[in-house]
């Protein structure tokens, strides 16, 4: 069976393509060409590699067409006027399944616990907007004409080699460094709103399973989260703990936050992912596709914060 990947090269790509090499699937790995996988693999031997960019390129979804998958997998598609091209093109091909990668962000404040995927959405913003508008839209083809779409909601992507989300609830690393020089930080409200971050490869398990799962995946929308979700007082604790530091944490209003971090971008980042706090169930995908996440949270963090010690991000003083 042939698998396309979209967007191959990109966080989830990087762990993906191997897996579905591995699981045997003869693999075409579309980017633009321009940047090398996060991870290094040498499955990456057994790919077809094609280069397309999907801006600059008004002929990308014929030519992603006409690379005949069985499977398409699209990690790169931001706008529903995408998502309708894909459907109209790919309804006159024998494609057996599209595989759309969403996002939690579609949905908005959580109402109960935990949030279920397939549940109705009030995205926050226009990125959140457009992701729950795509994954209508597939459904609705699948209800009207059978159109064989499955949708992947990833929380916060994670691992070596990129920013993630810290306990100040953005990417910038400053407080990284506080917790590793024994310094008090202070984090908004009462620390109890949550993150979610989640492994690439454990993204990627989930889209290799939809596709091994076909029957059972195709309507369906999955959260492609961790088994459980930490509060951003948990995670700077065991950040303390892990740079050997006594805990040092105290907390501010949100106004006084806001102004203490004194800038727009961070706590407007800040703003949009704790508003998005619960917890994500991952219930349908354990029951109807084995998904088994191999990364808790925290050891997904670790692994990002191991690398920023590597790479000089984040300097530890000595005797820790």
């Not at 080699?161 to 009462?190: C, H, M």
Request: hydrophobic content about 40%; charged content about 15%; aromatic content about 10%.
């Amino acid at each position: 069976m042939k698998v396309v990947v979209l967007g191959s090269t990109g966080h989830i790509g990087s762990f993906l393509v191997p897996q579905l090499v591995r699981a045997g699937y003869q693999v075409v790995a579309v980017s633009r060409g321009q940047r090398r996988p996060y991870a290094a693999d040498k499955a990456w031997d057994e790919v077809e590699q094609v280069s397309l960019d999907r801006v600059k390129d008004a002929q990308f979804t014929a030519k992603v067409a006409a690379l005949h998958g069985d499977v398409v997998v699209d990690l790169i598609n931001f706008n529903v006027a995408e998502t309708r091209k894909m459907i109209t093109t790919l309804s006159q091909t024998s494609v057996q399944q599209y595989l759309y990668c969403s996002s939690i962000w579609a949905h908005g404040r959580a109402t109960t616990l935990p949030v279920q995927p397939n549940a109705f959405k009030e995205p926050l913003d226009a990125y959140g907007r457009d992701k729950y508008e795509s994954e209508k839209l597939l459904k609705q083809a699948y209800l009207a004409s059978g159109f064989p779409a499955t949708v992947i909601m990833p929380g916060q992507i994670s691992g070596p080699g990129w920013a993630i989300i810290s306990p100040y609830g953005n990417t910038d690393t400053t407080v990284f460094q506080k917790i590793a020089n024994g310094e008090r930080i202070f984090l908004p409200n009462f620390g109890m709103e949550t993150l979610h971050h989640v492994h690439a490869a454990d993204v990627a398990q989930l889209f290799v399973r939809a596709i091994q799962h076909r029957a059972s995946a195709l309507g369906q929308s999955f959260h492609a989260v961790a088994g459980e979700s930490i509060t951003l007082y948990g995670y700077a604790q065991a950040m303390y703990h892990d740079f050997q530091q006594a805990p040092q944490i105290d907390f501010l209003p949100w106004p006084d936050w806001q102004q203490m971090i004194g800038d727009a971008a961070a706590t407007e980042s800040t703003y949009y992912h704790l508003a998005r706090s619960g917890q994500y169930s991952i219930e349908n995908g354990r029951r109807l596709l084995g998904y088994a996440p191999q990364y808790s949270v925290l050891e997904t963090i670790r692994s990002a914060v191991d690398s920023y010690r590597q790479r000089g991000v984040i300097t530890v003083p000595k005797g820790n």
